[in-house]
């Protein structure tokens, strides 16, 4: 079940922040993937970002330009990012956590919880809660890892050690709607896992577990709740999961919808 709704979901919206006509942002980091040659690269982009228009935003694999970049016209938003941001990596996948944000801004005013299945250090979860109310966050939020080490060859990320799982928890000291599940999934659903949904979150980088996240989850997102998979449109060895969740939801009838942030989103009915 929800958490007890202390306060009314509408209530922790954060205010629209009217965008200014005469200024237009652009971003940029030097972090991307899958790059051979990293300076070269970054020269060359740097170079081709004078020859366009503003709106620029080069970050996490993704040059466009002649685009509002909303996320910094959103101030509610760039505040929880801006202070959530532990790594150089959560700087440049701002696009991805502001289409998290503004999902679960349309997921929050429906029935049902919150999950997120790979957490890491909790960032992203802790972003979409900040925009929504902060400790004030109507929902029950479930998290789902192993915390304490990655079970997935090539992907153990900084800090993954006996101990981490400790320090996750007490950066989420006064949420009291973070749920905490320390496992291996699906084990982990046995032990504790939400009747319904309307935000599921899934970044595991691997395919079969993925799956087992669907196998158990998916009919507990309400009609209108939203998943989403982070890594579905990411192609090298991301790839192996866009062809099993293809599958897995053609044979229900849904297709995903590929975000140029290289996630991927389908909508519940």
């Known amino acids: 079940m929800s958490a007890d709704p202390f306060t009314s979901p509408v209530s922790v919206l954060p205010a629209l922040t009217p965008a200014d006509p005469k200024r237009l942002s652009s971003f940029s980091t030097p972090v991307s993937w899958m790059v051979r040659d990293p300076e070269r690269f970054l020269a060359l982009m740097k170079e081709a970002g004078t020859l366009v228009e503003g709106g620029l935003h080069f970050s996490d694999n993704l040059f466009t330009f002649g685009r509002n970049n909303s996320m910094f016209d959103d101030q509610a938003f760039r505040k929880a990012w801006e ?132 196998d158990h989850l998916f009919e507990r997102v309400v009609p209108g709740g939203v998943v989403i998979f982070d890594d579905y449109e990411w192609a090298g060895v991301y790839r192996t999961q866009k062809i099993a969740e293809d599958a897995w939801l053609d044979a229900r009838g849904y297709r995903v919808t590929a975000l140029p942030t290289g996630q991927g989103m389908v909508i519940k009915r």
């Open 83 to 214: 202070s959530n941001c532990v790594n150089d990596a959560d700087r440049a996948i701002v696009w991805r956590r502001y289409i998290l944000a503004t999902l679960a801004h349309h997921a929050v005013q429906l029935d049902g919880d919150f999950a997120e299945c790979g957490v890491y250090a909790g960032t992203g979860i802790k972003t979409v809660m900040d925009y929504l109310g902060g400790p004030a966050f109507p929902k029950a939020f479930w998290a789902y890892d192993t915390f304490d080490y990655n079970p997935v060859e090539g992907h153990a990320f900084e800090g993954q050690e006996v101990g981490f799982h400790d320090k996750v928890t007490a950066r989420f000291a006064g949420y009291a709607n973070v749920k905490l599940v320390k496992g291996l999934i699906p084990d982990t659903f046995a032990q504790a896992m939400p009747e319904r949904l309307a935000y599921l979150h899934i970044d595991l980088n691997h395919a079969a577990a993925e799956i087992a996240v669907l």
